[in-house]
Nanobody, 125 residues
Framework: QVQLVESGGGSVQAGGSLRLSCARS????????MGWFRQAPGKEREGIAA???????YYTESMRGRFTIAQDNARNTLYLEMFSLKSEDTAMYYC???????????????????WGQGTQVTVSS
């Protein structure tokens, strides 16, 4: 089992920044990948960024440049730095962990096996 706990969400004005954290505990596969997703009210969950165990990163193109994913393996923590936030970034943000790679896109939620409870980000204009 893997437990994921997100933190760092909150309310921020447009143009501001936030850093989300995701603490991972339990069974940790050395080959696992992790990702950040978000879901706004009335919309489907969408992928933001993902990072493989070797440090390779992937971004949804519309978010590249404003979002940065990083991980601290020593602390088993995943981060998402968000810059120049917009009102449309308001959503619940989730981190996810994959136990194995079945060849799909790391920006596809179906590739992940464990999910955190989410942390709310609200951007006011």
């Amino acid at each position: 089992q893997v437990q994921l706990v997100e933190s760092g969400g909150g309310s921020v004005q447009a143009g501001g920044s936030l850093r989300l954290s995701c603490a991972r505990s339990g069974y940790i596969s050395r080959s696992s990948s992790m990702g950040w997703f978000r879901q706004a009210p009335g919309k489907e969950r969408e992928g933001i960024a993902a990072i493989e165990s070797d440090g390779s990163t992937y971004y949804t193109e519309s978010m590249r440049g404003r979002f940065t994913i990083a991980q601290d393996n020593a602390r088993n923590t995943l981060y998402l730095e968000m810059f120049s936030l917009k009102s449309e970034d308001t959503a619940m943000y989730y981190c996810a962990s994959a136990v194995y790679d079945d060849g799909g896109s790391w920006l596809d939620e179906n590739e992940y096996h464990y999910w955190g409870q989410g942390t709310q980000v609200t951007v006011s204009s």
